[in-house]
């Protein structure tokens, strides 16, 4: 199977608790390489745009406050099957529905303030890393 990449952001309530290493080295030791990584504190606006397909949304303004709310660790993770791996280790939208082990399960607050984002996609993947980072700051 070939290489892949996927997008990952470690939220807030996350980056808050000072988890951005414990949470690392869960991606790591399924086989996951950081190729990329900031930590940067986004804007409303910011999380505005990277969020809009949510727009219409109910959550859609409580998403962005939060967002915007401490910074974030934006990333972007490779290997194979980078999609589906990142979205195992993340485990289900909800941590109450997240199967133990998993990052949600172990570290997640609630729905909102879930601990991780990961793209569900190779084309949200391609669009969300592009978002966030150059070419340039891809090192494999
Ligand atoms: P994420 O994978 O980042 O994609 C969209 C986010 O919206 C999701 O994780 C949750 O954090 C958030 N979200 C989804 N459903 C709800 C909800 N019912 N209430 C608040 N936030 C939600």
């Known amino acids: 199977m070939a290489l892949e990449r996927t997008f990952s952001i470690i939220k807030p309530d996350a980056t808050r608790r000072n988890l951005t290493g414990a949470i690392v080295k ?14 940067i504190h986004l804007s409303k606006a910011q999380a505005g745009e990277f969020y809009k397909v949510h727009a219409e949304r109910p959550f859609y303004d409580e998403l962005c406050e939060f967002m915007a709310s401490a910074p974030i660790v934006a990333q972007v993770l490779e290997g194979e ?4 791996k990142n979205r195992e280790v993340m485990g289900a939208t909800n941590p109450a529905d997240a ?22 996609a ?14 340039l700051e891809l090192v494999g």
């Open 122 to 135: 190779p084309e949200t993947a391609e669009v969300e890393i592009a978002y966030f980072f150059s070419g």
């Open 81 to 84: 099957n980078a999609i589906a």
């Open 99 to 120: 199967a133990a082990g998993t990052i949600r399960a172990e570290f997640a607050e609630s729905v909102g303030e879930n601990s991780v984002h990961g793209s569900d």
């Open 26 to 39: 869960k991606f790591e030791d399924a086989g996951l390489r950081v190729v990329a990584s900031k930590r």
